[in-house]
């Protein structure tokens, strides 16, 4: 049934992201091409409209990370032109997407998250707006990969943290450093897979610590007591339920040195390279990379046929 049909992969963008997604984008297409499946990769650009026309896709593997990509606007262009496609919905993935709207919805779903605040570039004093100690985490609303991600860890740290926010947006998220553990919950098709701790040799992990060999160390299964453990994943499905995602998502959490969990955010088109965490944690479960492609491509087809019944 879904080898005879055309898959476009959309990889590439014009985010931030754009260099990751093309390396998870080809690897996933090299995955699908092993199995067989009729798939061809499309960078996509301004003129992805055209191009998907042209190529007669059925249905798009989205390997696009941030920008219109992972915020619901390739999305409701998939939507608009009838071709379905892998992971979460428009309206999903715009509310995953948004830090400000995601940390609310956690907050009506009484998910842990890290006190927090938004702040507009037209703020005029940061510290008079939050209740919670330093060190702060300022990050853009909009942004993954922790691109313009800063820790200020004193009031002479502020000001630069700050401007590196705003330079990718008009609106920052400034939230509680967690003390204590990294760990990401991989979720597929509404399952929690398990999860990575990950310990980096920088300050944090950061887009650099993420992308460049030998500065992180990942840890299968995290270093945590199993009680931990099953909360951590618990409660990453029930911030992925909550947002309603689907197909494969990556929750962020911070652990703290009691045992709680902190969810940071939900990524809804983690990165797809065979050394990516999310293949990680599937090789982990069981599932090998190209099974892991086609359990999320089939999720898509399931979901397809749900909307036409």
């Known amino acids: 049934m879904l080898t005879g049909r055309k898959i476009g992969v959309l990889m590439g963008g014009i985010s931030s992201e754009r260099e990751v997604s093309l390396r998870s984008g080809s690897t996933v297409f090299n995955a699908l091409k092993k199995l067989g499946y009729n798939a061809v990769a499309i960078d996509a650009a301004s003129n992805i409209c055209e191009v998907l026309k042209k190529e007669k896709i ?21 939507e608009v032109m009838g071709i379905p496609y892998t992971g979460s919905d428009v309206i999903s ?18 998910i842990p998250a890290p006190p927090f605040i938004v702040v507009k570039r037209s703020t005029l004093n940061v510290q008079r707006l939050t209740d919670f100690e330093m060190p702060w985490v300022v990050k853009p609303v909009c942004e993954g990969s922790s691109v313009g991600v800063s820790i ?4 002479g740290q502020i000001e630069s943290a700050l401007k590196n926010g705003f330079s990718y947006g008009n609106e920052i998220i400034i939230e509680k450093y967690i003390e204590g553990k990294e760990v990401h919950i991989g979720i597929l098709n509404d399952r929690a897979l398990g999860g990575v701790e990950v310990k980096t040799s920088l300050e944090f992990y950061s ?11 990942y840890i299968l299964p995290p270093k945590i007591e199993e009680a931990v453990y099953m909360k951590a994943k618990d409660i990453a499905l029930s911030a992925n339920r909550a ?26 088109i983690p990165g797809m390279t065979e050394t990516s965490l999310l293949p990680k944690i599937a090789k982990e479960a069981g599932f090998d990379f190209p099974a892991l492609v086609e359990e999320i491509l089939k ?10 019944r």
Not at 99 to 107: D, E, H, I, T, Y
Not at 207 to 217: D, I, R, S
Not at 299 to 308: C, F, L, M, S, V
Request: some cysteine; charged content about 30%.
């Open 207 to 217: 887009y650099e610590a993420k992308y460049t060999a030998g500065l992180t160390e």
């Open 299 to 308: 999720d898509a087809i399931e979901r397809e046929q749900k909307r036409h």
């Open 58 to 78: 059925d249905i798009a593997f989205l390997v696009l990370h941030g920008g219109w990509g992972e915020d619901g606007s390739i999305q409701g262009l998939l």
């Open 152 to 155: 200020a860890r004193d009031k």
């Open 93 to 110: 993935s715009a509310l995953a997407m948004n830090k400000s709207a995601s940390r609310k919805v956690f907050l009506y779903h009484e």
């Open 243 to 268: 947002l309603g995602c689907s197909g494969a998502t990556r929750v962020d959490l911070r652990i703290d040195n009691d045992g709680n969990p902190y969810v940071l955010e939900v990524n809804t």
